[in-house]
């Protein structure tokens, strides 16, 4: 069973920055493909960013591109998801899942999701 604690969620005012952080236990950290999902109120769940399993293959949500960056550290079986020049329009609850494979980044790759950490961006 993967177990998947996230954090470094908190309040931010616009413009503002945030790291989070995802550590992962009970699966082969390096063999999978690894994500960041986010729903904001009222919304569904997307895809925000994910990263394959070597690094190599980055995906990003086109409305993050630029303010977001994946990577992971294989060594310390963690993802991160840097966070820049918020928006309030990024408020939302955001989850680290791990893929069912190494390089497939598609949204339907992932699960399970861990409890996620709220960001909120203050206008």
């Known amino acids: 069973q993967v177990d998947l604690v996230a954090s470094g969620g908190g309040l931010v005012q616009t413009g503002g920055s945030l790291r989070l952080s995802c550590a992962v236990s009970?699966?082969?950290?390096?063999?999978?493909?690894m994500a960041w999902f986010r729903q904001a109120p009222g919304n569904d769940r997307e895809l925000a960013a994910a990263?394959?399993?070597?690094?190599?293959?980055?995906y990003y949500l086109p409305s993050v591109t630029g303010r977001f960056t994946i990577v992971r550290d294989n060594a310390k079986n963690t993802v991160y998801l840097q966070m820049h020049d918020l928006e309030p329009e990024y408020t939302a609850t955001y989850y680290c899942a791990p893929g069912t494979s190494g390089n497939n980044l598609a949204p339907g790759n992932f699960g399970p999701w861990g409890p996620g950490t709220l960001v909120t961006v203050s206008s």
């Open positions: 990263i394959s399993w070597s690094g190599a293959i980055i």
């Open positions: 009970g699966r082969t950290f390096s063999n999978y493909a």
